[in-house]
């Protein structure tokens, strides 16, 4: 069985650092797109980040430069570093998977396996 769990994210001020985190366990796929989605009550939700099982990233416009995506011990840990972060950047945070490569872009928005959710709020 699949499970992607969030941690990390919470309160900062803008300007401030967070990381999240998310362990993934059960995913024996070699091919796969790992990625941050976010979002905001009445708004759509948005792809931050990806990254597929050849380790190349992707990132969102809105976040290009601030926000990293890594994954240490390919497919057991997913991370996101925000930094610079802006009063925007407030979401729900998402880790989510598929167990396929292609289309793996932040345009992409629907996956096979989801994480829980992390609040990030950022204040001014």
């Known amino acids: 069985q699949v499970q992607l769990v969030e941690s990390g994210g919470g309160s900062v001020q803008a300007g401030g650092s967070l990381r999240l985190s998310c362990l993934v366990s059960g995913f024996t796929y070699n091919e796969y797109c790992m990625v941050w989605l976010r979002q905001t009550p009445g708004k759509a939700r948005e792809g931050v980040a990806s990254i597929n099982s050849d380790g190349i990233p992707n990132y969102g416009d809105s976040v290009k430069g601030r926000f990293t995506i890594s994954q240490a011990n390919p497919k057991a840990t997913l991370s996101l570093q925000m930094n610079s972060l802006k009063v925007e950047d407030t979401a729900m945070y998402y880790c989510?998977?598929?167990?396929?490569?292609?289309?793996?872009?932040?345009?992409?928005?629907?996956?096979?396996?989801w994480g829980q959710g992390r609040q990030v709020t950022v204040s001014s």
């Open positions: 989510a998977a598929n167990p396929f490569d292609y289309d793996c872009n932040t345009d992409r928005l629907d996956y096979t396996f």
